[in-house]
């Protein structure tokens, strides 16, 4: 399935942002300040969650470039966030979040400058 174009450059879009958003609330933070407050953890879990469902939601087109991120699990992490808040292990999120998304990041950098060089 090829996605429309607008609706993947909005997902990329917004995956770059979440990614940003949580290396900014990260900057400077050692694990054990990042598992000590709640609401950082909370938050940084949220946008894994919309990471999760923005990456789920890309075209197979998209997919298919990249096949060395591990697509099901992005959006099982999503999933565990989702349905079994119970089980999210901080030092899940804090591995996920300082070891896994520049990879991410540079996925959704390198389809939006793919779009953009498009006619």
């Known amino acids: 399935m ?3 174009e607008g ?3 909005e997902r990329l ?3 770059v942002d979440q990614i940003d958003l949580i290396d900014g609330q990260l900057r400077g933070k050692t694990f054990r300040e990042f598992a000590a407050d709640r609401d950082v953890s909370d938050l940084v879990a949220y946008r894994l969650h919309n990471i999760g469902e923005n990456c789920h939601r890309l075209g197979d087109d ?3 470039r990249h ?3 591990p ?3 992005i959006y099982g992490m999503r999933n565990i966030i989702s349905h079994d808040y119970g ?3 901080p030092a899940r999120v804090w591995s996920v979040a300082v070891e896994h998304l520049a990879a991410i990041r540079a996925m959704a950098a390198a389809e939006l400058t793919l779009i953009d060089s498009e006619p």
């Open 67 to 69: 096949p060395d991120l």
């Open 87 to 89: 089980r999210i292990n």
């Open 13 to 15: 879009e917004i995956i």
């Open 2 to 4: 090829v996605e429309r």
């Open 71 to 73: 697509w099901d699990d």
């Open 7 to 9: 609706r993947a450059t």
């Open 62 to 64: 998209v997919k298919s």
